[in-house]
């Protein structure tokens, strides 16, 4: 029984393998502890490089969900890396930062710090998780991987399950300059 057969008439073949294109990593910080989040930030540097945008530190009160593990108020912030890197880097990044968390675990068990990497692609932000859900997709050793936000029609567009802190003019404002400084880095090497 024959599966597939070569294509030898010189048709053209619409299922060509494409080498996906380099992607500029973020990570969003939160923590009670504002000193926290520079000194996370130095750790994920050691990782990917330089920062190379930040947005401002905001208080994050759109859920009460990591109060008791992590006390209140939260403070968050995100930040992109010049260091470009391959898309398929997302899981052993997702471990990594798990890692960190685990080692700063404060004696009643709780992180002091939470850490959500991802990646912004071409017209895309993809984050990283260990939880699974309708909406996300396993891209290996239990880390799965979401859509948050999408340039479509001119301008960054959340999906339906994209997080409420996502959603906000400082959110947007900054993923709109982590896409620019993407594309510059992509036009300025040709790739």
Same mark, same amino acid.
């Given at each position: 029984m024959v599966l597939f057969s070569p294509v030898s008439n010189g048709a053209k073949v619409s299922g060509t393998l494409r080498i996906p294109r380099l992607v500029?990593?973020?990570?969003?910080?939160?923590?009670?502890?504002?000193?926290?989040? %520079? @000194?996370?930030?130095?750790?994920? !540097?050691?990782?990917?490089?330089?920062?190379?945008?930040?947005? +401002?530190?905001?208080?994050?009160?759109?859920?009460?969900?990591?109060?008791?593990?992590?006390?209140? %108020? @939260?403070?968050?912030?995100?930040? !992109?890396?010049?260091?470009?890197?391959?898309?398929?880097?997302? +899981?052993?990044?997702?471990?990594?930062?798990?890692?960190?968390?685990?080692?700063?675990?404060?004696?009643?068990?709780?992180?002091?710090v939470n850490l959500d990497p991802g990646y912004w692609s071409d017209a895309k932000l993809v984050l990283a998780s260990t939880k699974n859900y309708s909406h996300r997709i396993c891209i290996g050793r239990r880390i799965f991987a979401e859509i948050i936000l999408r340039y479509h029609k001119g301008k960054l567009q959340p999906m339906e399950w994209t997080y409420p802190d996502y959603r906000t003019t400082l959110a947007l404002e900054f993923f709109e300059k982590v896409r620019k400084s993407y594309l510059q880095q992509i036009a300025r090497f040709g790739i």
């Open positions: 500029k990593p973020v990570v969003a910080v939160m923590s009670a502890d504002r000193e926290l989040i %520079p @000194l996370a930030t130095g750790r994920m !540097s050691e990782i990917l490089g330089e920062v190379d945008v930040e947005s +401002p530190a905001y208080v994050f009160d759109f859920t009460d969900y990591y109060h008791a593990e992590m006390g209140a %108020p @939260l403070f968050k912030q995100f930040f !992109s890396f010049r260091q470009l890197q391959k898309p398929e880097f997302l +899981p052993h990044l997702k471990r990594k930062t798990a890692a960190c968390e685990r080692m700063n675990r404060t004696p009643g068990g709780g992180r002091p």
